[in-house]
């Protein structure tokens, strides 16, 4: 990735932290722009230019979390043309950073015009598997700070 898109990338994600988000009794405030930051560079892109929104809502106790955004010319299409984007985690869910990260990358991944896959290794499958390897490595140097410190 040349320096200038990388950038280009990092402005458009701060523009995106500015966007409020509101928390979960679950997940420290801490975790929302970390992973979004993680799901950017996953992707090298940053979807919905910028203005994606993070949210809680009661959901079905088996969805995690679901995205939405408008489009005037398809669903998945166009995502350059997507606008409205949220991302709703469930309230109710007990997130583990691995697993909040994770999904994160999930749902931008639709904001980035990415539908479900079948197949179970890859982020973008229907159900949550395994954290992705970004999501899970700053898990291990957060567990590795916390051993340092005692």
Excluded at 56 to 65: K, M, R
Aim: hydrophobic content about 45%; charged content about 15%.
């Amino acid at each position: 990735m040349t320096r200038s898109r990388r950038a280009a990338l990092v402005a458009a994600l701060l523009a995106s932290l500015l966007v409020a988000t509101t928390a979960s009794a679950y997940v420290p405030a801490a975790w929302v722009p970390r992973a979004q930051h993680i799901a950017v560079d996953y992707w090298h892109a940053v979807p919905c230019g910028g203005e994606a929104s993070v949210a809680w809502a009661a959901l079905d106790p088996d969805t995690n979390a679901a995205s939405t955004w408008s489009n005037p010319i398809s669903s998945y299409g166009a995502p350059q043309l997507n606008s409205g984007c949220v991302v709703d985690f469930n309230a109710t869910e007990a997130f583990s950073w691995p697993m909040f990260c994770t999904v994160m990358v999930h749902e931008y991944g639709h904001l980035l015009g990415r539908r479900h896959v079948p197949d179970r290794n890859d982020v973008m499958y229907i159900y949550y598997v395994r954290p992705v390897a970004p999501c899970a490595a700053g898990s291990r140097r957060a567990s590795a700070a916390r051993h340092r410190r005692k």
